[in-house]
């Protein structure tokens, strides 16, 4: 006995048992004589109603996702690793900071990995993703020092060390709970199945690579004015920098004195026509620091622009540039231009200013050239102070007239020092020395100047300045002593690099090259103790030792001691033999986070996981601000120090900030701060979502562009679950109880082999989204199968043959078969995005210990696509809403209650007829009548309403009338022959 005849059996002995008393009373095919509430449930046990104990929806949502984390998330990870049989795909894990608790930008990054590791596990790829955390850094030490309430400068660094070290350890646990209940597939019990910045051997590498870049040349220890911010005590990189609009300064017009000796020889034949007893001229300065004007070394001037000499209603003389006259008279009032010259005609022209008055020691400061200056604001003459602007410093070194050293009165918390005083006589310029210069100390030195009467003009200007991203304080140019990689001479390679990576979307190539091109160098170095340490040592000169012997052996010590012992040991410890007996001692920098993150790629070098042909990721995913950040850091550090000079990546893909449902950044000052883990696990009056609906969210969004997320579209993802499951119980419920029906043994209907084309086409779809990691596409199209093909119309055709039809009936068997094939086939689609569902659903399937859903390879299946059938269906489904506006019409008019109390007469076209014909068994349940006919009613009905349309250009025909037929007691459809007796499908199945 077959398999398929066992089950069909033992269901049939189960829904009619042996007769007794009860039975036997209704073993007849009539209920005349019956009440009503007799006839309705005259033949219920007969009937095959829907059985599942799968629960239409879980009183705890996050318990019950708990229970399938461990097949679906903790156990997996490894499974697939080891039985998986396709090649190695490998998504490396940007890491996020490990400071407080995961956002809803965290939430989506990782959820949006874990979608595409999960898509690949499912299709049969061995999966290599290990998370990983960014744990040094400011904020670390800061939220550290904040804990034990003191300043770094009242700790050793090791105690430093020591607080952060566990505040950021304490920080990674939460968060990995965290990541947990997001549903994130990765080994989180292992030591090996995460990495941290922190881990021992991770510092390492780095320091590896940092050696390997000084032997490469490609680092180097240079005095350079740096993006330096007070209120972290500390350099920053460019990437670290947030520009903010509207920040507010004091601008000032300055006069620089020029005497007649010290005139280029143009501007003394102007001056001697005109000097009218004035002692010299003034340069005219504009700038809006104007606590940089200690550090003025020079005055820049573009050699093409033309300068005038004017007179002020003073009767002094200025210079400026001619193109900013008109606009300068209403700072200055009324000017008269007394000449004219080139600005070649000023270079060389020496003067001096408050800071460096006439007695100074030192060679007066000069007028240069220099290619930067324009005449669009300010005066066209350029105060330059090297120390203090990038710029500037590269004008000077251009132009040859760097100072050998670079004035730079301000100390590390931004504050002036007295090193000023040395340059000055005046004992009231002391009340400059302590002040910060973004705050008093500006205040302080507008009233200087104006007291010396070089002050020509000042007023508060609005607009773009450079504030450090993490304290969110403004920053200033300082030159200190910093470590550099030379990005300049290797960026050509690395734009090269990027040329093999593809882009999702396409538009972020262009940024990313963009921020390469713009970056000529890399300040590595930061002043904190929390961070992998600069293994160099300096001599007595104060000069770095980085040849290859003393790297080797710092490193060395620090790879059997740790990185600690670089602060807590003596400096003997580090000292080679080669250079045992000289006075050196040890940095104090640390490394740049970026440079910590960016180095992660060596742990994908050194797994060894895949063919070394390919790149050691295929995909990098995280955030757009990640363009300036670890994309380009993990670029750059691959590209200097591998012979291949290839990126690390094969694909980046990137994905906006989360907002509020207004469009604006959310905060919790804000109050409309939303947090992941109040999404799943509920909070006050909001319900508990759960992982999968935040999930869903997550999916549904395009996030190549900023996405919005809020009571709404949770709400919205929530209801779009419900269907689903909805509709997955549907199926469960009606297949439950059979054991696997195989599509080769059935007869398929054309409504059948239709939905089997609808969900081939679903597949299709749905692996191009996933392959695309255009993930919104799949869920709309699962969404729209669910609803649309499914519940609206294959279930509503089927339901009388799964509750009516024989057991055994060839067209119940059938339907069997396409339910559990599409069942199985929704649980493979869905499982990426939403994979506790799925895994509930396929131990409802199959409850072996070692099932998984993830564990089967999805293959799509070619055999079911069927493009003419799914042409005549199309056809139907136009007339169908045709049919339900008659219905409703007989239904306004009080004619009928429901559609299966009519019959329907078609005629149609010879081409329409055709179709129509050969799905003639289909459309008395497609359209929802009694009974169908095709041509036109001989009889004289009166027609309960009609319709002539055009579909497809061809004419159709419609004409609604009252069943001739009565109810069926059993299945409730217009077919009988006899009042209050079965119709004859019926009677067959219950005799």
Not at 266 to 278: C, E, F, T
Not at 554 to 571: E, L, R
Not at 825 to 838: C, E, F, G, W
Request: hydrophobic share 40%; with cysteine.
């Amino acid at each position: 006995m077959s398999r398929l005849l066992r089950s069909s059996l033992l269901l049939r002995s189960q829904l009619f048992p042996s007769p007794s008393i009860h039975h036997i009373r209704y073993a007849t095919t009539s209920v005349a004589g019956l009440s009503p509430k007799e006839k309705k449930k005259a033949f219920s046990h007969t009937l095959k109603l829907p059985k599942t104990s799968f629960p239409l929806r879980h009183k705890d949502i996050v318990a019950a996702e708990k229970l399938q984390r461990r097949k679906t998330c903790d156990q997996l990870y490894q499974k697939q690793l080891a039985s998986n049989p396709r090649e190695a795909f490998v998504l490396h894990d940007g890491p996020p900071y490990a400071n407080g608790h995961l956002h809803m930008g965290h939430a989506l990054n990782k959820v949006l990995k874990d979608i595409i590791n999960r898509y690949k596990v499912i299709r049969g790829h061995r999966v290599h993703y290990v998370p990983g955390w960014d744990t040094h850094g400011l904020p670390i030490e800061q939220k550290a020092l904040a804990a034990i309430g003191k300043s770094h400068t009242s700790l050793t660094p090791s105690q430093v060390r020591a607080e952060a070290r566990q505040v950021a350890l304490s920080a990674i646990d939460v968060q990995k709970e965290e990541m947990r209940a997001l549903g994130i597939m990765a080994d989180w019990d292992h030591k090996d199945g995460t990495y941290r910045t922190l881990d021992h051997d991770f510092e390492i590498r780095q320091l590896q690579l940092f050696q390997t870049m000084i032997q490469k040349e490609l680092i180097q220890y240079r005095l350079r004015p740096v993006y330096y911010s007070p209120s972290s005590r500390t350099a920053l990189a460019e990437a670290e920098l947030e520009y903010r609009d509207g920040h507010k300064s004091h601008s000032v017009y300055v006069s620089f004195p020029v005497q007649e000796e010290d005139m280029s020889e143009g501007l003394r034949a102007i001056y001697s026509r005109h000097k009218s007893g004035s002692s010299g001229v003034d340069l005219a300065i504009w700038t809006t620091t104007p606590w940089t004007l200690p550090g003025n070394s020079g005055v820049a001037v573009h050699e093409n622009l033309t300068y005038n000499v004017v007179r002020n209603d003073h009767g002094r003389l200025l210079v400026i540039a001619n193109d900013r006259v008109a606009d300068l008279q209403r700072i200055f009032g009324h000017l008269t231009v007394v000449g004219s010259l080139p600005g070649s005609s000023l270079v060389g022209s020496r003067y001096t200013h408050i800071f460096h008055p006439p007695s100074s020691p030192s060679p007066k400061p000069q007028i240069f050239a220099g290619g930067h200056v324009t005449a669009g604001t300010g005066t066209g003459l350029v105060h330059s102070a090297p120390a203090h602007g990038h710029e500037d410093y590269v004008a000077f070194k251009n132009a040859g007239i760097l100072p050998d050293k670079l004035r730079c009165p301000v100390d590390d918390a931004g504050c002036f020092t007295d090193e000023l005083m040395s340059w000055v006589e005046d004992e009231k310029f002391r009340a400059l020395v302590g002040k910060a210069v973004l705050g008093e100390g500006t205040k302080t030195m507008v009233e200087l100047l104006r007291g010396e009467g070089v002050l020509l003009g000042d007023e508060i200007i609005e607009h773009r300045y450079p504030y450090d991203w993490k304290s969110k304080q403004p920053i200033i140019m300082r030159a200190t002593p910093q470590w550099f990689a030379d990005v300049e001479h290797i960026k050509d390679d690395a734009l090269d690099a990027l040329k093999a990576v593809h882009f999702h979307p396409p538009q972020a190539r262009k940024r990313l090259e963009a921020f390469v091109l713009s970056r000529n160098e890399w300040c590595i170095s930061r002043q904190r103790s929390w961070g992998v340490p600069i293994p160099v040592l300096f001599d007595s000169h104060g000069d770095p030792v980085t040849d290859a012997d003393a790297l080797a052996h710092v490193i060395q010590v620090m790879k059997s001691k740790g990185t600690d012992h670089w602060w807590s040991g003596p400096v003997d410890d580090f000292v080679p033999p080669s250079r045992k007996g000289e006075r050196l001692s040890k940095g104090v920098d640390t490394l740049d986070v970026w440079f910590d993150s960016g180095s992660s790629w060596t742990l994908l070098r050194d797994s060894k996981i895949r063919d070394p042909e390919l790149p050691l990721a295929d995909v990098y995913l995280e955030g757009s601000d990640q363009h300036r950040g670890w994309f380009q850091s993990s670029l750059l550090t691959k590209v200097t120090s591998t012979s291949d000079r290839r990126a690390p990546y094969g694909t980046v893909i990137t994905h906006g900030f989360v907002m509020d449902e207004k469009g604006d950044k959310m905060s919790k000052s804000a109050g409309n701060g939303l947090s992941p883990m109040e999404i799943i696990h509920g909070l006050g009056d909001s319900p508990a979502y759960g992982a999968d609906t935040l999930r869903l969210w997550a999916a549904s969004v395009d996030y190549t562009c900023d996405a919005s997320i809020g009571p709404s579209s949770i709400s919205h993802a929530s209801e779009t679950l419900r269907r689903l499951r909805n509709t997955a119980r549907f199926l469960l419920a009606n297949t439950s109880e059979h054991e696997e029906v195989s599509l080769e043994d059935v007869e398929l209907r054309a409504i059948d082999r239709y939905v089997l084309h609808q969900l081939h086409d679903l597949e299709l779809v749905a692996l191009a989204g996933y392959d695309s990691y255009t993930f919104n596409k799949v869920v709309n199209a699962l969404s729209t199968f669910a609803v649309s093909t499914l519940s609206t119309l294959y279930f509503d055709i089927v339901k009388d043959t799964l509750y009516c039809e024989k057991l055994d009936s060839p067209a119940r068997l059938a339907t069997v078969a396409v339910l559990q094939t599409v069942l199985k086939r929704m649980i493979q689609i869905m499982a990426p995005i939403i994979p506790h569902l799925a895994e509930e659903l396929y131990q409802n399937i199959d409850a072996l210990e070692d099932s998984s859903a993830f564990l089967g390879t999805w293959e799509p299946s070619d055999a079911w696509s069927d493009p003419a059938l799914q042409k005549d269906v199309g056809y139907l489904l136009a007339i169908k809403p045709l049919v339900s506006q008659l219905v409703e019409e007989a239904r306004a008019a009080k004619h009928v209650k429901m559609s299966s109390e009519t019959e329907l007469w078609i005629a149609a076209s010879d081409i329409s007829h055709t179709v129509l014909s050969r799905h003639a068994n289909l459309l008395q349940s497609l359209f929802g009548v009694s009974r169908v006919t095709l041509g036109t009613d001989p009889s004289s009905r009166e027609s309960l309403a009609s319709v002539d349309a055009e579909i497809d250009d061809a004419r159709v025909s419609l004409k609604l009338l009252p069943s001739s037929q009565h109810q069926c007691p059993r299945c409730w459809l217009y077919q009988s022959e006899i009042v209050d007796h079965l119709c004859a499908r019926c009677a067959s199945v219950v005799v």
